[in-house]
């Protein structure tokens, strides 16, 4: 098991990259869209290219190979998000429409954005999804009768096909045999990427659109990038993260909160890992063990992943997580939590206002037993 540095990492998200466009062109073609289809072939072949020249180490440094990325991306956003806004404006443009309405289709609760932003965060989770459920159908199919000796091929042929349909292929049909990497890694998918939240062997993950503090009666909705949630000493907080995940079978996460948050007295308190195979946002149960209010941002780095690679085959026996993931804070949850924050400051308050009467008290009655005995003397 090793970490993965952050040039895996951006390579696996390439990879992911790479094939939700692929999907995106399938679901297109199916729907007879050929004005779209062609613009995002032409995008799906400059991050080809890009894969390449970065897998064969022709971009020499990091800040050309995320120049190179963010730029991709920056064109995708645009791309996706004009054949979708269009559609608004212009009903005729079918190919649009139809593209909109798939990505309006959804049930993505929780995003929490505007205009075009919506539409394309929307539509890369509802990609992400269907590759998570396929994946699902994959593996429950398969569950159970798979012999020792096929686990590469059968537990892994799932990514494997994934891989070879839609980024091993399309290589293949546009760049030079020797030009392509034998081994092509599985991906990391992941909603709303920032580039510059990777960090040496890790990513920065930002705060979702909800969060619920136990002092509060509901949860909070961000509506806009720059407000905050404040979390008082000794408050427990849910707090999910803005990216929607999927990690493939040979990846691990391990979970944290920013050092620069642990610092201010919030501790995670709500376990570290996210399986393989885990598609949703990820949700942070967290306990204020400082001193002051801790404020968080929406939209602003709070969380931290560190990606394991698995990589050899016994850790393969483990398949893929296939149980609850989150979009939301659930319900029950918020209900179990609700109430009064319990800190040390509050409860050392609390204890000194106790003390201060008790010597009143005690006081008043040596004071009351001394003037007895006085006029008892006299
Ligand atoms: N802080 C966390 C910890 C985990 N998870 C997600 C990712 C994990 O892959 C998944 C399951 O984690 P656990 O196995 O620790 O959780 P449970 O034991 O409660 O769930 P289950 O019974 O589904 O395994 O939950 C999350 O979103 N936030």
């Not at 954005?113 to 994959?138: A, P, Q, T």
């Not at 979009?327 to 050392?348: A, H, Q």
């Amino acid at each position: 098991m090793s970490v993965l540095g952050r040039e895996e990492i951006l390579k696996r998200i390439t990879v992911g990259e790479i094939i939700l466009l692929g999907k995106l062109i399938e679901i297109l073609n199916d729907r007879d869209t050929p004005k779209c289809v062609s613009e995002i072939k032409d995008l799906r072949r400059k991050y080809l290219k890009f894969y390449l020249d970065f897998q064969n180490g022709h971009l020499s440094t990091w800040k050309n190979i995320t120049r190179n990325f963010k730029e991709l991306y920056e064109e995708q956003k645009r791309i996706l998000s004009s054949h979708l806004l269009v559609s608004l404006s212009n009903s005729s443009e079918i190919t649009a429409v139809k593209c909109l309405s798939w990505c309006r289709s959804s049930s993505v609760v929780g995003v929490s954005m505007i205009g075009s932003e919506v539409d394309f965060e929307k539509c890369r989770i509802n990609l992400i999804r269907s590759i998570h459920h396929e994946w699902k159908c994959y593996f429950a199919k398969n569950e159970g009768n798979i012999l020792p000796e096929c686990w590469d091929d059968d537990v892994y042929r799932g990514v494997k096909d994934l891989i070879n349909d839609l980024v091993k292929n399309p290589l293949q049909s546009e760049f030079p045999p020797d030009s392509i990497p034998s081994n092509i890694p599985s991906p990391i998918f992941l909603s709303n990427f920032e580039v510059d939240n990777l960090g040496m062997g890790n990513y920065d993950l930002s705060l979702g659109p909800e969060v619920y503090v136990t002092s509060m009666s509901q949860p909070k909705w961000f509506s806009s990038v720059s407000e905050t949630a404040s979390i008082p000493p000794g408050a427990f907080a849910l707090l999910l993260t803005n990216e929607y995940i999927l990690l493939p079978p040979d990846v691990y996460g391990l979970i944290s909160l920013r050092f620069s948050h642990k610092v201010k007295g919030l501790t995670n308190v709500s376990g570290f890992h996210i399986d393989p195979g885990y598609c949703g946002r990820i949700l942070f149960g967290v306990y204020n063990a400082g001193s002051g209010d801790v404020y968080l941002e929406y939209r602003k780095p709070t969380f931290v992943i560190t990606f394991m690679d698995l990589g050899n085959s016994t850790s393969k026996l483990m398949g893929i997580y296939t149980k609850k993931s989150y979009d939301y804070i659930p319900v029950e949850y918020i209900e179990k939590l609700r109430g009064d924050p319990v800190s040390l400051r509050e409860l050392d308050k609390r204890v000194k206002i106790l003390e201060t009467i008790t010597y009143v008290i005690l006081a008043s009655f040596v004071l009351a037993v001394l003037m007895f005995a006085l006029q008892q003397w006299k």
